[in-house]
């Protein structure tokens, strides 16, 4: 019998004319980052010197 896998929801997105499911830890390119950005992703280096995606957490202005 084979266990069931638990996955977490994804983002679905049209990234470089492609249909994507966007998820935190999933591989991303630099080149894409106005895309990611509106999705609220953003692709940063890991450690493992490989880009992926990360949440975008904006800290702007205060609203007057």
């Known amino acids: 019998m084979l ?3 638990a996955t977490a929801p994804c983002v ?3 990234v470089g004319g492609r249909a994507v ?4 830890g999933l591989a991303c390119a630099p080149r894409y980052e ?3 950005r509106s999705y609220a992703f953003t ?3 890991g450690a493992d010197g490989r880009r992926h995606l990360h949440v ?3 800290i702007g202005p205060p609203n007057p």
């Open 12 to 14: 679905h997105a049209h």
């Open 43 to 45: 692709c940063k280096l």
């Open 34 to 36: 106005r895309v990611y």
């Open 21 to 24: 499911c966007l998820n935190v």
């Open 56 to 58: 975008y957490n904006y």
């Open 3 to 5: 266990a069931a896998v």
